[in-house]
C-alpha cells in the first residue's frame, strides 16, 4: 500500500506563507493531479512530498510512515523533472542505471530492470546515446525510464511535459495515462495546465495562493465548481460570469444584470431564496449556450451583440456583448454568423451556476 496522506501541511520562505494548511489523501495507486496558477504552492507542496523542501509544520505520509525527517533518497519515491534532469555525459542506459546503482542492486538486477522499462517506453534503441543525440521526446522517456527502474512506491511529476511542443505533449499525455494504467503506481503530477489536469488525473487538486480549492474528480469540479475560482479555472473557453440579483416574483427566482433577465431553475431557485436581494455572480459556460430556436423560453433567452467570430471548424466561438457582460458562446460551426450582427441566444437553465458575490462560493 502506498497511500500519501498529508496533514496540515504549512510552508513558510521567511514571511512568505506559500502553502497553508493542505490537507490531503491520496489513495493507493490513484494519480492525482495538482493544478493552480503560477505561484499557487503547488510545486512547493510537491517539493515537500518529496523531501526536498523542509515541512513548516504540518506531516507527510508515505504508506502510513511519516516521513517529514527522511531524507528524499529513503522516501522511496521516484520524481521526474520538467527539464529531465539527465547526466549529459552519460548514455541513456548508465542514466537510467544510476539511481539503482547508487542503492548498491547488483548488475543482473540494474539490466534486467533497464531492459523492462526500454521495452514498455520504446527506447530500447537509444540506449547506448547520450542524451544530447536525443530529442525533447526522447529525453523525457528516458526520465521516465529512470524513475520506472526504481520501482518506487510514488511518482512525482513536476510539469514533465511542459518542455515539449503541444503536439508531442498530447501525445506524451497519452502514453503517461497507459503507463499508470500499466504500472499502477501511486502518482502525483503538477501541472498549471488544466487539461493535463483533466484528462490525466484520477483526482485535481485546485489550489491557489497555497490554499486547496476543491479536490475531486475531473467531471466533479467541472460540473460542481466549489467557488468561483474553480469554474473559471477549469474549462476552455473559460465560464461566462455576470453580476446579478435575484429576485423573486410570482414564485419564479430570476437572475438579473442589464440585458439579462434568467429564470433559474426549481433547484438552483431554491438554493438562491436564501441570497435573494443580495448580489451574486451567475455563471455559463460557452458551450451552454446556443442560438435561440423555439423550443427556448423567453426565460433562458437573451439578446447578444457580436463582436469577434472564431471559426474552429469544430465549432464557432462568438465573443459577444450582453449589456455590461461580455460572453463567449460555442455555436454550431454551420451557423453563418458575422461581427456586429445581433443574435439572440439562449443557455441551458440546468447548466447554470450561481456564487455568493463576495466570498465567491458556489450557492
Ligand atoms: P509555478 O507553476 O510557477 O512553478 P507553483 O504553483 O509551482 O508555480 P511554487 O513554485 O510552489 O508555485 O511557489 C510558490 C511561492 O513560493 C511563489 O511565490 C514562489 O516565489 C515562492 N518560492 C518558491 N520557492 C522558493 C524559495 N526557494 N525561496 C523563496 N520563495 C520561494
Request: charged share 25%; glycine share 8%; net charge neutral.
Amino acid at each position: 500500500m502506498a497511500e500519501v496522506i498529508v496533514r496540515k501541511l504549512n510552508k513558510m520562505f521567511d514571511t512568505n506563507h506559500v502553502v497553508k494548511d493542505v490537507d490531503l489523501h491520496i489513495r493507493d495507486k490513484e494519480f492525482v493531479v495538482f493544478v493552480g496558477p503560477s505561484g499557487c504552492g503547488k510545486t512547493t507542496t510537491l517539493r515537500m512530498i518529496a523531501g526536498l523542501e523542509a515541512v513548516t509544520s504540518g506531516d507527510i505520509l508515505i504508506g502510513n510512515t511519516v516521513v517529514n525527517e527522511v531524507p528524499p533518497m529513503d522516501r522511496d519515491i521516484a520524481m521526474v523533472f520538467q527539464n529531465y534532469a539527465l547526466y549529459p555525459h552519460m548514455s541513456v542506459a548508465s542514466n537510467m542505471a544510476f539511481g539503482l546503482k547508487m542503492r548498491k542492486f547488483e548488475k543482473p538486477e540494474i539490466e534486467k530492470r533497464i531492459k523492462r522499462a526500454a521495452e514498455i517506453l520504446g527506447i530500447g534503441e537509444l540506449l547506448q546515446r547520450k542524451p544530447r543525440q536525443l530529442s525533447g521526446g526522447q529525453r523525457q522517456r528516458v526520465a521516465l525510464g529512470r524513475a520506472i527502474v526504481r520501482d518506487p512506491k510514488v511518482f512525482l511529476f513536476d510539469e514533465p511535459l511542459s518542455n515539449l511542443d503541444a503536439k508531442l505533449r498530447v501525445q506524451m499525455r497519452v502514453e503517461l495515462k497507459k503507463l499508470h494504467e500499466r504500472l499502477a503506481v501511486t502518482s502525483i503530477y503538477v501541472t498549471h495546465d488544466q487539461v493535463e489536469a483533466m484528462t490525466l488525473g484520477d483526482r485535481v487538486v485546485v489550489m491557489k495562493d497555497g490554499v486547496v480549492q476543491q479536490v475531486g474528480e475531473p467531471l466533479q469540479l467541472y460540473n460542481s465548481p466549489a467557488n468561483r475560482f474553480v469554474a473559471g479555472f477549469i474549462g476552455s473557453p473559460a465560464m461566462n460570469f455576470a453580476e446579478v440579483t435575484l429576485t423573486d416574483g410570482n414564485g419564479l427566482v430570476t437572475a438579473e444584470a442589464p440585458g439579462l433577465k434568467i429564470a433559474l431553475p426549481a433547484e438552483l431557485a431554491g438554493r438562491a431564496r436564501a441570497h435573494l436581494g443580495r448580489r451574486a455572480t451567475l455563471g455559463i459556460r460557452p458551450e451552454d449556450i446556443h442560438v435561440a430556436g423555439p423550443a427556448d423560453v423567453a426565460g433562458h433567452c437573451f439578446d447578444a451583440g457580436i463582436e469577434v467570430v472564431e471559426q474552429l471548424g469544430s465549432e464557432i466561438l462568438l465573443d459577444t456583448r450582453v449589456g455590461s457582460a461580455l460572453f463567449v458562446a460555442s455555436i454550431d460551426p454551420a451557423m453563418r454568423v458575422r461581427p456586429h450582427e445581433k443574435l439572440r441566444l439562449a443557455l441551458k437553465p440546468e447548466r447554470l451556476h450561481l456564487f455568493d458575490a463576495e466570498s465567491e462560493i458556489a450557492l
